[in-house]
């Protein structure tokens, strides 16, 4: 197991451009210096994507022959389930960066993830029980991929809490991001659970035959998609940058603390 440690010939007067790209992923400082000036751009992407999604979604798409409107629910549960997974397995990646290469990075990305994840969990199970009681006739069924996406929310919230209940968030990493990577089976029974048990969801839209959906709206779904995923990246890098200010603020607090119960000794 090897752990990251930037190179011992980098000094304070070592230029920003000597410094590898791994390097400048690693410090703090030099993420915030060059991720400022993607949230904007990332942001309007976003604003666009949603603003395209929605009106081909709700005014230039056509209703299903079998659920009517109700369909259009899909252009919200869809990109909301995807991401549910999604936003795991971004967890789950960046936990192997806190275990096996201590990457000061991994930790403050594993830690901003797991509440949009849960947000991005309740609103797929949220918009699921919208589409199932006029699709199915009932707002809950215990089959396979619903139970595991109500396990996977409990996941993420006793994360988000694990998370809370930590002062010391480099100690509570480790131990995170173990729990992170043993949670992740969960993930392949998700996906896979309409293949292995009697479910009421339909397969995935794309198989070996091309697509079980017409044009006309699997592409306002696949922008709907895009649309949420560029939200979560945006979020997330928002929610990185937010936290690195915060450390250093702690950090700062914890550091006046101390040189002032010193002084008060020294008296």
Do not use: C
Not at 21 to 27: I, R, S, Y
Not at 201 to 224: C, F
Request: proline content about 5%.
């Amino acid at each position: 197991m090897k752990k990251y440690s930037p190179p011992k010939n980098i000094n304070k007067s070592q230029t920003v451009k000597e410094m590898n790209w791994f390097d400048k992923l690693a410090h703090p400082g030099q993420f915030l210096k060059w991720s400022k000036y993607l949230i904007l751009p990332l942001s309007l992407i976003t604003i666009a994507l949603f603003g395209i999604g929605l009106w081909f979604a709700f005014f230039n798409s056509p209703e299903d022959y079998q659920m009517g409107d109700t369909v259009r629910i899909m252009y919200i549960h869809v990109p909301n389930a995807w991401l549910s997974q999604f936003v795991y397995m971004a967890m789950a990646v960046s936990a192997i960066g806190t275990l096996v290469w201590r990457h000061p990075m991994a930790d403050v990305s594993m830690k901003v993830a797991a509440p949009l994840g849960a947000a991005f969990t309740a609103l797929a199970l949220f918009t699921g029980s919208l589409w199932g009681r006029p699709t199915w006739g009932t707002y809950w069924e215990w089959d396979g991929r619903m139970t595991a996406t109500l396990i996977l929310l409990f996941m993420y919230l006793g994360l988000v809490a694990l998370w809370r209940s930590f002062d010391d968030q480099l100690r509570a990493a480790k131990l995170i991001a173990v729990l992170t990577l043993v949670g992740a089976i969960n993930i392949p029974i998700i996906k896979f659970s309409v293949d292995w048990w009697n479910t009421l969801h339909q397969p995935s839209i794309i198989s070996a035959e091309g697509l079980s959906m017409p044009a006309s709206i699997y592409t306002p779904l696949l922008v709907m998609m895009l649309a949420f995923t560029f939200l979560f990246v945006t979020l997330h890098l928002v929610g990185m940058r937010t936290e690195i200010l915060k450390r250093k603020a702690d950090a700062l607090i914890r550091k006046s603390v101390s040189q002032t119960g010193n002084k008060g000794v020294g008296k």
